[in-house]
């Protein structure tokens, strides 16, 4: 399936991250692989919050999300003096990581700190691993069976215009925001440990 080549909103779009922290040379000793197949044999297989399973190839989605955060690099222009002219010259410099914030509605049973609950990976023994993050832009519901239609191998959100997006994250802290007229919400902060890559599309 093609990139998205038409505007709309992404009311479909997906943030997911992999468990799988060997396939396409991805471990904590080590950079990974960036290759586009080695990020997508990742995400093979979409693991549900409290379900149990292996790794390989197995990723879990961030569920119940109600505002998606700004994600890419961010400007950083300099400006230079330069002799002579009226005006300086700009330049682009280093710029910081993006603040990576993902705002949700809050299942407390989904952020549980037993294993194989997301809030194991946030607050558990592992919570200092990064993981391989994708997200994946899309205008439509895939149109596969539940278990395998956001998976970034074939068919899986192929089924559907698509643009995916990798980088390297660690789930680093969530914060409940309780209300009193509305569903209760959260923060879930990622950071970003690596660039970004892609646009990709099955």
């Known amino acids: 399936m093609a ?3 038409a505007i709309g909103a992404g009311m479909f779009s997906d943030i997911s991250f992999s468990t799988d922290l060997t396939t ?3 471990s904590l000793a080590a950079a990974p692989t960036f290759s586009e ?3 997508k044999a990742l995400f093979a297989s979409a693991v549900d919050p409290g379900t149990a399973g292996g790794i390989t190839g197995k990723f879990r989605r961030l569920t119940n999300i109600r505002e998606m955060p700004q994600f890419g690099t961010p400007p ?3 400006n230079v003096p330069t002799y002579g002219f009226k005006t300086s010259k700009q330049v682009q410099g280093q710029s910081d990581a993006p603040t ?3 705002m949700v509605n809050f299942v407390p049973s989904d952020w549980q700190t037993a294993t194989d609950y997301l809030g194991n990976y946030l607050n558990g023994g592992v919570q200092y691993n990064a993981y391989p993050f994708r997200i994946v832009l899309l205008n439509a519901a895939p149109t596969l069976a539940t278990a395998a239609q956001y998976a ?3 068919p899986g959100v192929g089924s559907v215009a698509n643009t995916q997006y990798y980088f390297g994250g660690r789930l680093e802290a969530i914060q409940i925001n309780p209300q009193l007229t509305d569903s ?3 923060t879930v902060t990622v950071s970003v440990q ?3 890559y892609g646009p990709w599309t099955i």
């Open 3 to 5: 990139h998205i080549a």
């Open 24 to 26: 396409g040379g991805w």
């Open 37 to 39: 197949a080695n990020w």
């Open 76 to 78: 950083n222009i300099v």
């Open 100 to 102: 990576f914030e993902i």
């Open 152 to 154: 970034s191998t074939a």
């Open 184 to 186: 209760n919400q959260a």
């Open 194 to 196: 690596t660039d970004f």
